[in-house]
């Protein structure tokens, strides 16, 4: 379960259903030895997910696994002492004591709590533990947050947008510590984020996640070389009977005088385009939020129709 | 001096790709000498801002070419390349970069003559833009003396 090949997080046909929220049926497998990152748009249930695999919200329907562990059945409480968990918003409950003193509380409840980690971390970050958390400023209470997080050393890292209120340098130091907890080759960490570039910098699959469901998980690399966009001059009603052959068209739209032709399998496209001898008037790489943008329009379209295409 | 690799993030070439071509191209040139030890799966990742699956594929297929080593529990590691592997892989680089250059050309329906030509000028740029050799090295971070 530990190491690279195995799973750190398996989620099977987990549903929950709250007043104004569905969630599921999500099939998720989180590789172990890698960073894996949720991205999604707000309210797609990121957060949810990680409250589930964190036995704070009981699913409906579904088995969830953490580090080869069934979640649920009343013994997770050990387990958890080897999860690092970042929530997206930190306790306001604590706000009174000082960091000092929740470190303190850290250090009884996790075995494997390192002191000397911890202080290197409080200075590699510059955070002051002396003072109360509810009067650190966002930043300086993120990165004692992460500190804590790092410092009892978990097999699994949970981290819920854990940039949100750090500077760019405060930011770049959390890249390099997060590259640096990866290097033994036997953690995972699995990270929600709405920043582009920090998905890029860090993560080694992508889940791409939309209104409770699991889109689809990919290869980073593999899915950022492989989408891109072709635009062809001419109206759309000229395009689409030929485009709509395209390999791995996943949106084809009039953009005001030329046709934009999205695909997720670049190579292919270019010999099928060569091959007819069509002439694009451009093209053009995607970047992460554009692909989620293809898919968000996909989904709410298969939603709306429940139809499969993707050419009206 | 594998910092020198470069990706072109715009291009539908895999990354693993783009980077073995380069990496192999830096190892069979003898820029790259021999017991070189190279950074972990981890931190070329993170240099090349690429996942470390597309990095360990790079380094599993230079290994299975007998042009990388890695030890375990130790690193990743230059091989040694015989004269002749290296005239071999010397002009295998050169030929597939060739072929990619040739396919980029065919795409954008270049005729022959206009690749003839387009290669020429290139070429002629490189004889004169050319540094003097040993000039590009950025120092292996301490990292020769190992291994």
Known sequence: MNGQGGTAVRMTGVRLRQPHFQLGPIHLEVPAGFVTAIVGPNGSGKSTTFRLMLDLTKPDEGGIEVLGRTIGNGKSIELLKRVGYLPEEPYRHDNVIRGMDKAEFYKHW????????????????????????????????????????????????????????????????????LHRYMESGDRTILIASHVVEEVKRLADFIVFMVNGKVLGMYEKDELLTGWHQFYFPGGYEKWRAVLSEMPGLAGLEDAGGVVRAVTSSAREADAWIAARELVPAGRKSMELDDILAVLVEREKRQRQYGMKGVVQ | MWMSIQLNEYSAEPLYHQIEVQLRALIVSGQLSEGTMLPSIREMAQHLKCSVITIRRVYQDLEAEGLLVTRQGTGTFV??????????????????????????????????????????????????????????????????DEG
């Open chain 2, 79 to 144: 091989a040694k390349v015989n004269p002749e592997e290296r005239r071999r892989h010397r002009l295998d680089a050169v030929t597939t970069a060739m072929r990619e250059a040739v396919a980029a050309g065919l795409r954008v329906q270049c005729s022959d003559d206009e690749l003839r030509e387009l290669f020429e000028t290139v070429l002629h740029e490189a004889r004169a833009n050319r540094s003097p050799p040993g000039e590009e090295g950025y120092g292996e971070c301490g990292k020769e």
């Open chain 1, 110 to 177: 996790y075995p494997d709590w390192d002191v000397n980690h911890y202080r290197e971390l409080l200075r590699l970050f510059e955070v002051d533990h002396s003072i109360r958390l509810g009067k650190m400023s966002k930043g300086m209470r993120r990165k004692f947050d992460l500190a804590l997080t790092l410092s009892h050393h978990p097999d699994l890292l949970l981290l819920d947008e854990p940039s949100s209120g750090l500077d760019p340098l405060a930011w770049r130091t959390m890249i390099e510590l």
